[in-house]
């Protein structure tokens, strides 16, 4: 399939490299579950064993198109376990030129590792005139705020 390919970076508000940490059962790896590490002291999560370091290139989501040569995005689907304001951020002039519809899951246990609030992430969106939908009993629901029963919300353009 062409039009899918893997690069090995994370996104971010700016380029570099941060030490992501990996919680561990014994000697299963839950990438799924990974954070970026914060300056003090992690503390490894409830039912794991340890946590390991890697170090991960980065760069912006809008350095990374115009590299690419990525001529448009229509879906950015990002379970960044925090660090949605730092990915949207650094995506802020591709998500403003293309619009494309954005999936995130967004928590304020996960947020609160880097000082902020899902309420951050709302207004991040609806001061680009985004509105925020969630998933409730199949169906699309308008949302206003995150709730903690809620943790996957779509946010469609409104224009």
Not at 89 to 116: A, C, M, N
Request: hydrophobic share 40%.
């Amino acid at each position: 399939m062409d039009s899918v390919s893997v690069h090995q970076v994370g996104f971010a508000e700016k380029e570099g490299t941060v030490t992501v940490l990996v919680p561990t059962w014994k000697v299963l790896q839950f990438t799924t579950r990974a954070f970026i590490a914060p300056d003090d002291d992690a503390e490894v999560p409830e039912g794991f064993t340890d946590l390991l370091p890697m170090t991960i290139q980065l760069t912006t989501l809008d350095h990374f198109v115009a590299d690419a040569g990525v001529e448009r995005i229509d879906f950015l689907k990002a379970d960044v376990e925090g660090a949605e304001l730092s990915l949207l951020e650094g995506g802020k002039e591709s998500i403003e030129r293309w619009r494309p519809t954005v999936l995130l899951e967004i928590e304020d246990r996960h947020l609160g590792r880097y000082g902020q609030h899902a309420a951050d992430v709302v207004e991040f969106m609806a001061n680009r005139d985004y509105r925020m939908l969630t998933f409730s009993n199949g169906e699309l629901r308008p949302a206003t705020e995150v709730v903690e029963d809620e943790n996957n919300y779509l946010f469609l353009p409104i224009s």
